[in-house]
């Protein structure tokens, strides 16, 4: 079984500023992927970024990167020069080789941005 | 290209009447999942279907829950008799296929809201 934790129930950010939010995760899989993903008030789902498990080197899509601590079984999302149109519910999810298709969610992260 | 589509976005029903939700997986994606989401319970996925045939149902919650994937293009989750404790948001994912590698895209989601 897989766990997904999102600690910050809540975070917020002034428009331009960076900001990183927390993710851990527990399994007993050697192949996973983990993904974050943002749910805006539109309710659509979309993917942010995603990280193999086996690579080392951290994802990045454009302003948004990851801190993949692998031995911590920690999953970090920093945004940066944040924009208004980030703010939405974040969520962290893992998925690994043997649960075929089901990704595991966290609680997820309300990200608040001013202007 | 066209996203995962679901209808309705909304749907309000009274207690005991049968529900059905409609799901258009990605043109090409052979595996598509159905997921809830509640405050309670957060993202939960329900059932997923591999080239059509249902792979794991161990996430719906009761018998009155059912799902089909007729063919590759169709998908439907009925209710019935639905109750207000069904009341969510349902989303339909689908992805080209159910290792860790294949990342889920998601449709909109449709309201459900039981009287």
């Known amino acids: 079984a897989q766990t997904v934790t999102q600690s910050q129930p809540e975070m917020s950010v002034q428009e331009a500023e960076t900001v990183t939010l927390s993710c851990t995760y527990d399994?007993?899989?050697?192949?996973?992927?983990l993904f974050w993903y943002k749910q805006p008030p539109s309710r659509q789902m979309i993917l942010v970024i995603r990280?193999?498990?086996?690579?080392?080197q951290n994802a990045t899509e454009n302003r948004f990167s990851v801190n993949f601590q692998k031995a911590a079984k920690s999953f970090s999302l920093k945004i940066s020069d944040s924009q208004l149109g980030d703010a939405a519910m974040y969520f962290c999810a893992c998925r690994s080789g043997t649960s075929y298709g089901k990704l595991t969610f966290g609680q997820g992260t309300i990200l608040t941005v001013h202007p | 290209d066209a996203g995962v589509i679901q209808s309705p976005r909304h749907e309000v029903t009274e207690m005991g009447q049968e529900v059905t939700l409609r799901c258009k997986p990605i043109?090409?994606?052979?595996?598509l999942f159905w997921y809830r989401q509640t405050m309670m319970r957060g993202l939960e996925l329900l059932i997923y279907f591999n080239n059509n045939v249902p792979i794991d149902d161990s996430g719906m919650p009761e018998d009155r829950f059912s799902a089909k994937m007729p063919n590759a293009s169709f998908s439907t989750l009925k209710i019935q008799p639905s109750e207000p404790r069904d009341s969510a948001v349902y989303f339909c994912?689908?992805?080209?296929?159910?290792?860790?590698?294949?990342?889920?895209?998601f449709g909109p989601g449709t309201r459900l809201t039981v009287l």
């Open positions: 994912a689908s992805s080209w296929g159910v290792t860790s590698t294949d990342t889920q895209y």
């Open positions: 399994t007993s899989e050697s192949d996973y992927y």
């Open positions: 043109s090409g994606h052979n595996s």
């Open positions: 990280q193999e498990a086996y690579k080392q």
